[in-house]
């Protein structure tokens, strides 16, 4: 029997699957220094492609984990996405800026594989134990702690404090905890076809971000970065899928763009698209993410996404609780802030795919005309916003910028003995922070001391131009007014953001910084504070 090697048996997290949200799940928490077992059933990394786009959210999240750099010789910067008829008209173009919100590009094409090589080796240097060929056969919550069984070669048991459970569409502990499933309906079977050219360097000339609505055959046309491509098609039944799959068929469907010639057909499989979400996401010490809480149409690019986000907001509030700052209430908030965000994304991705996907000419005639007219009225490609939080770990009033996703922009800062040119988070490193308006906002030094406590750093931000003498670590130059120019937009003058870059709350004016620094150290953990 296979158990933990630590001294009680039992370790602080088993991450069970390995895919991209159990990777930056394990390397958040790895790094933050717990003990994290992962649980893989396959016997290796997938090596498939499977996602193709990321966001800007997304990319500074990796970030943070340490391999966006290493990402970006191998991804792809898309800024635009079309919507074409069977014609080739132009119905709906979506825009995406060369910098988002987050500081990165707000949508890249990828490999997954490429991907996914980043993260294990990010999530092996943060010190988790990685098994594969590891599956998870059995679960049992004792209360304090869960007991997981499992199979493969060497079967055993594994004990963990809290299990995050990041095994995908099938996963087997959704099922083993009794989760049913809020089906949206919209479901429908799609055969995946991925190449890869032959010559990345001069690569064919191939649209990189499309959806084709065509009655007699919906197409969706996408970029997997600068080596790779994907052409997915609308099958009228999952039982096509046998017969459609030939490669002479295939490469008669695609020869429009690409022939042998150009590029290596690398994989033919067969998706149905889903529109799926769970009913509780937490149970006892278990908690669900990714696919295994929620599942999307791919229409948006947010499948993967979206379960970043989830590891992101699981990790922090998972090591306040592990470090007994906050108890596990907490984790309560996790479903109450993704949901409402997953179900808006749901929503979405639905509305432009019931657009792609007319089969009946007639109705795809008047969709024509209706988005035809909606283009010549305004010719301004279109801009995909997300919702931010409403409820959860936010302050208790409300606020201008609460839930909002935090901006992010170059600042020069202090850095190994020397200042530094980068994105701030780069800059002053991971956890939350209370960034302030320098020249307004002085703090107390028990305020200071309190908000270290909970792990919160206070960046002090100055205007470019008007830096301090001699730069002193911790304060920062906001080199392209980004951050001095969020909170004037907010009319506020210091903002609480939380470890995965959503905003607890703002101050409006220097007297009540003291009132918010003491809030938010009390919510991520300094209860001390509470009292003053």
């Not at 090697?5 to 949200?21: E, F, K, L, R, S």
């Not at 409820?391 to 800062?413: F, H, K, N, T």
């Amino acid at each position: 029997m296979i158990e933990t090697d630590d001294v009680d048996g039992t370790v602080d997290v088993a991450v069970v699957g390995y895919g991209p949200v159990g990777m930056v799940t394990a390397a958040l928490l790895g790094a933050a220094g717990h003990r994290v077992v992962v649980l893989e059933r396959y016997a290796g990394l997938y090596n498939l492609p499977r996602a193709a786009i990321f966001d800007d959210e997304t990319m500074r999240t990796f970030a943070r984990v340490g391999i966006a750099e290493e990402l970006l010789p191998r991804i792809h910067v898309q800024r635009n996405y079309e919507w074409r008829n069977a014609a080739g008209e132009l119905l709906i173009e979506h825009h995406f800026a060369e910098r988002g919100r987050s500081g990165w590009a707000e949508w890249y094409m990828m490999y997954q594989p490429d991907l996914e090589s980043a993260l294990d080796r990010r999530v092996r240097a943060a010190g988790a134990e990685v098994r594969l060929d590891t599956p998870v056969t059995g679960l049992t919550d004792h209360g304090d702690h869960v007991e997981l069984a499992t199979g493969g070669p060497r079967p055993g048991r594994v004990r963990a404090r809290w299990v995050v459970a990041c095994d995908g569409g099938n996963s087997f502990v959704r099922a083993a905890l009794g989760r049913t499933m809020d089906d949206y309906g919209f479901s429908e079977p799609w055969m995946v076809c991925d190449f890869r050219f032959r010559d990345p360097a001069a690569p064919p000339a191939v649209p990189t971000a499309r959806q084709v609505g065509d009655p007699a055959g919906p197409t969706s046309i996408i970029s997997l970065g600068p080596a790779h491509h994907r052409f997915s098609y609308m099958l009228d039944s999952v039982d096509d899928f046998a017969t459609e799959r030939d490669p002479d068929k295939v490469w008669a469907r695609t020869r429009r763009w690409l022939s042998p010639d150009d590029a290596e057909l690398i994989r033919v499989a067969t998706y149905t698209f889903r529109s799926l979400v769970t009913d509780r996401w937490r149970v006892g010490r278990t908690l669900l993410a990714g696919d295994a809480a929620h599942q999307m149409p791919p229409f948006l690019g947010q499948g993967m996404c979206s379960g970043v986000r989830d590891a992101q907001n699981i990790a922090f509030k998972l090591d306040a609780v592990l470090r007994g700052r906050l108890g596990d209430e907490v984790l309560d908030t996790y479903q109450q802030e993704r949901e409402p965000h997953v179900r808006a994304v749901i929503e979405k991705g639905i509305e432009l795919g019931r657009q792609q996907t007319v089969r009946d000419p007639a109705r795809a005639a008047e969709r024509d005309r209706v988005l035809l007219a909606r283009r010549a009225a305004d010719q301004h490609p279109e801009e995909i916003r997300f919702p931010g939080l409403v409820d959860g770990l936010l302050a208790d009033e409300p606020c201008a910028g609460r839930g909002a996703l935090m901006v992010q922009g170059w600042v020069d800062g202090w850095v190994d003995d020397g200042t530094r040119r980068d994105r701030l988070d780069q800059v002053v490193g991971p956890g939350a922070h209370l960034l302030v308006d320098a020249g307004r906002v002085t703090l107390a030094p028990d305020v200071v001391a309190a908000l270290a406590d909970a792990g919160v750093r206070v960046v002090p931000l100055h205007a470019s131009g008007a830096p301090p003498v001699g730069l002193a670590p911790g304060h920062v130059v906001d080199v392209e007014g980004t951050h001095l120019g969020w909170l004037a937009a907010h009319d506020a003058t210091a903002v609480a953001v939380r470890p995965d870059f959503y905003v607890h709350g703002t101050a409006a004016d220097p007297a009540a910084v003291d009132a918010l620094a003491r809030a938010f150290a009390a919510a991520l953990g300094a209860p001390a504070l509470v009292t003053h």
